[in-house]
């Protein structure tokens, strides 16, 4: 456009040198080259608006596609993301078979792994189970031990101590130690051992502790029982008196005669005469009866009754050879002694081995 104005500018400059001389034309030339430099310097200055402008719009569109370049830019790198994504979902549902037969193998492997413990787990069971079995039988068997201990301990203490009160306390003792093993196995041998018991019970138990009693009584009274009149002590002087100058002849002529009255003594006895006794005689005859009693009343502690009897028939052979059986304390003494010699000291004991062999035949059966 710029161009064909300069051209039409130039062809009007051209046409008025043609037709008129040169100095006629020289004047309207110059007028007209000022008017077309204005019309350039317009037509520059548009150019130049428009340069700008359009300079302005395309610097408009460039920040407007930058801006639609980034938002692109930014969805792109979105997208991308969200391919990866994709990808690596893809992929792990690509390996998802994989994973399922690895998570096969594995929930196999937890199975048999599994059933390994519940068999160690089986056998544990039982293994605890014995354990618990044999316990409970060693306890068992430690109970039925010491019960059999128990009854060979009653078995002995009657038989051979001769005391049933310890007889039934160890008989009891036994019945509880069966109570508390709660064995139904064991009725036979409780039912022996209430039979054993009641055996026991009905057994007559003598006074004990009244016959030791009358038997220190009658020992008491030995040194207070009169000798018999037979039984003469010999004259036993008094020369431990004080003899002083003024009954100093008085005495020895009464002692003399004293003395000389007893050198010859006319008795008549329709017994067999006795042996004087000295003091100290007297003394050991009081001792041997009272011995007597004491051999007789350690024979009733140990239920010795042979010994009771023999112990009581030689004390009342005392009385009735060295003491006045005619005085009522002796007559006393011997009717208690006959009266002792007749009473039983020990009863016919009972068999209490029932319980015990019935024990014995329980436990030979289950072995």
Same mark, same amino acid.
């Given at each position: 456009?710029?161009?064909?104005?300069?051209?039409?500018?130039?062809?009007?400059?051209? #046409?008025?040198?043609?037709?008129?001389?040169?100095? +006629?034309?020289a004047?309207?030339?110059?007028?007209?080259?000022?008017?077309?430099?204005?019309?350039?310097?317009?037509?520059?200055?548009?150019?130049?608006?428009?340069l700008?402008?359009?300079?302005?719009?395309?610097?408009?569109?460039?920040?407007?596609?930058?801006? &639609?370049l980034?938002?692109? /830019?930014?969805?792109?790198? /979105?997208?991308?993301?969200?391919?990866?994504?994709?990808e690596?979902?893809l992929? *792990?549902?690509?390996?998802?078979?994989?994973?399922?037969?690895?998570?096969?193998?594995?929930?196999?492997?937890?199975?048999?792994?599994?059933?390994?413990?519940e068999?160690?787990?089986? *056998?544990?069971?039982?293994?605890t189970? +014995?354990l618990?079995e044999?316990?409970d039988?060693?306890?068992?068997a430690?109970r039925?031990?010491?019960?059999?201990?128990?009854l060979?301990? &009653?078995?002995?203490?009657l038989?051979?101590?001769? #005391?049933p009160?310890?007889?039934? &306390?160890?008989l009891?003792a036994?019945?509880?130690?069966?109570?508390a093993?709660?064995?139904?196995?064991?009725?036979?041998?409780?039912?022996?051992?209430?039979?054993?018991?009641?055996?026991?019970?009905?057994?007559?138990?003598?006074?004990?502790?009244g016959?030791?009693?009358?038997?220190?009584?009658?020992?008491e009274?030995?040194?207070?029982?009169?000798? &018999?009149?037979?039984? /003469?002590? +010999?004259?036993? +002087?008094?020369?431990?008196?004080?003899?002083?100058?003024?009954?100093?002849?008085?005495?020895?002529?009464?002692?003399s005669?004293?003395v000389?009255?007893?050198?010859?003594?006319?008795?008549?006895?329709d017994?067999p005469?006795?042996?004087?006794?000295?003091?100290?005689?007297?003394?050991?005859?009081?001792?041997?009866?009272?011995?007597?009693?004491?051999t007789?009343?350690?024979?009733?502690?140990?239920?010795?009754?042979e010994?009771?009897?023999?112990?009581?028939?030689?004390?009342?052979?005392?009385?009735?050879?060295?003491?006045?059986?005619?005085e009522?304390?002796?007559?006393?003494?011997d009717?208690?002694?006959?009266?002792?010699?007749?009473?039983?000291?020990?009863s016919?004991?009972?068999?209490?081995?029932e319980?015990l062999?019935r024990?014995?035949?329980?436990?030979?059966?289950?072995?």
């Amino acid at each position: 456009m710029s161009e064909d104005s300069k051209n039409g500018d130039k062809q009007s400059t051209a #046409k008025p040198s043609t037709s008129t001389g040169g100095t +006629t034309t020289a004047r309207p030339a110059g007028r007209q080259g000022s008017g077309s430099a204005g019309v350039l310097a317009a037509l520059a200055f548009l150019l130049s608006l428009a340069l700008l402008a359009a300079a302005w719009w395309y610097w408009e569109q460039s920040e407007e596609r930058l801006a &639609a370049l980034e938002t692109l /830019q930014s969805e792109l790198d /979105q997208q991308q993301d969200r391919l990866e994504g994709h990808e690596r979902a893809l992929d *792990r549902l690509r390996d998802l078979p994989q994973r399922s037969d690895r998570l096969s193998d594995a929930f196999d492997d937890m199975t048999a792994h599994r059933q390994r413990i519940e068999r160690d787990l089986e *056998r544990l069971d039982e293994r605890t189970e +014995t354990l618990r079995e044999f316990m409970d039988a060693g306890r068992s068997a430690w109970r039925i031990a010491e019960v059999e201990y128990l009854l060979r301990r &009653a078995n002995r203490e009657l038989q051979l101590a001769g #005391k049933p009160v310890n007889a039934l &306390a160890a008989l009891d003792a036994a019945d509880e130690r069966l109570e508390a093993l709660a064995d139904p196995g064991m009725t036979p041998v409780r039912e022996a051992i209430s039979r054993d018991r009641e055996r026991l019970r009905a057994l007559e138990q003598p006074d004990v502790t009244g016959l030791a009693l009358t038997l220190g009584s009658l020992i008491e009274r030995v040194d207070r029982l009169p000798l &018999a009149d037979g039984v /003469q002590r +010999t004259p036993q +002087t008094d020369l431990d008196e004080d003899l002083d100058a003024e009954n100093f002849w008085p005495r020895l002529r009464e002692r003399s005669t004293r003395v000389l009255r007893q050198l010859v003594t006319v008795r008549h006895e329709d017994v067999p005469l006795r042996p004087l006794l000295a003091p100290e005689q007297e003394y050991f005859l009081r001792r041997n009866l009272a011995l007597s009693l004491a051999t007789a009343r350690l024979a009733l502690l140990r239920e010795q009754p042979e010994v009771w009897r023999a112990s009581l028939l030689e004390a009342r052979d005392w009385l009735d050879g060295y003491f006045a059986m005619e005085e009522d304390a002796v007559q006393a003494v011997d009717e208690e002694l006959a009266r002792l010699s007749e009473t039983t000291i020990r009863s016919e004991r009972p068999d209490i081995s029932e319980s015990l062999e019935r024990l014995r035949r329980v436990v030979e059966a289950r072995n």
